[in-house]
């Protein structure tokens, strides 16, 4: 079964600065890979999505992410946080040929200091 | 149009108690799921429904867990003999079909059982 890791479980960036989030998975075969926001009290909203292609995929608020293979990575970049992105972020991993049912790993908590 | 709605958006209920949870999706939407949410804990997946098919049951984790969805549309999950471990957001979510298909969240039910 797939599996998703996200190693950071809370991420402090001041605004303005570079952010990376890290998101690994375990899967034999190339999964579809999803990048989901949480602001505080609201359900999960998309940011991005891979499925095939170019590796750098561009998503809304200015996310981005890339999916490298050879380390079983998808990690999410921000060149310059808002106070706004303050938010909790899942991974979330689908395996192709199979039930389609995502595995979502446990989330890491943004805070944005001024 | 409209997103995916819960209701209610709390409950508190007695060790004991049974409780339903609604889920009313996006019009048109085929597939449904949902996903329990503790604190700290990244989403753990419970059912799956998709147009006319047999769910997918195989999250629920235990038989006091159940969900029907009628007509295709509007998705209830009940709780029987809810227990203090019961207790989480429990997250709705709705696509256009199998989970390539970006999937839209609701605000979630806050569940609290004393």
């Known amino acids: 079964a797939q599996s998703v890791t996200q190693p950071d479980i809370h991420i402090t960036v001041s605004e303005g600065a570079s952010l990376e989030l890290r998101c690994n998975y375990s899967y034999g075969a190339t999964p579809y890979l999803f990048w989901y926001v949480q602001s505080p009290g609201q359900g999960l909203q998309l940011l991005l999505k891979y499925f095939s292609g170019d590796t750098l995929v561009q998503g809304i608020k200015g996310f981005e992410a890339e999916f490298k293979r050879s380390q079983s990575s998808f990690n999410l970049r921000k060149p310059s946080v808002h106070w706004s992105d303050a938010a909790e972020y899942f991974c979330a991993v689908v395996t192709s040929g199979g039930s389609y049912i995502p595995t979502f790993g446990r989330g890491t908590s943004l805070i944005v200091h001024p | 149009g409209a997103g995916v709605s819960q209701s209610p958006s709390n409950k508190v209920t007695e060790k004991g108690k049974d409780v339903e949870l609604r889920c009313d999706p996006i019009s048109g939407h085929t597939a449904l799921y949902w996903y329990r949410q503790s604190l700290g804990q990244g989403l753990e997946f419970l059912i799956y429904f998709q147009g006319n098919s047999a769910p997918d049951k195989s999250g629920l984790p235990s038989d006091r867990f159940s969900a029907e969805r009628t007509g295709g549309s509007v998705s209830t999950l009940t709780i029987q003999r809810t227990q203090q471990e019961d207790s989480a957001v429990y997250l709705c979510?709705?696509?256009?079909?199998?989970?390539?298909?970006?999937?839209?969240f609701g605000p979630g039910t806050r569940l609290t059982v004393t």
């Open positions: 979510a709705s696509s256009r079909g199998q989970t390539l298909y970006e999937q839209y």
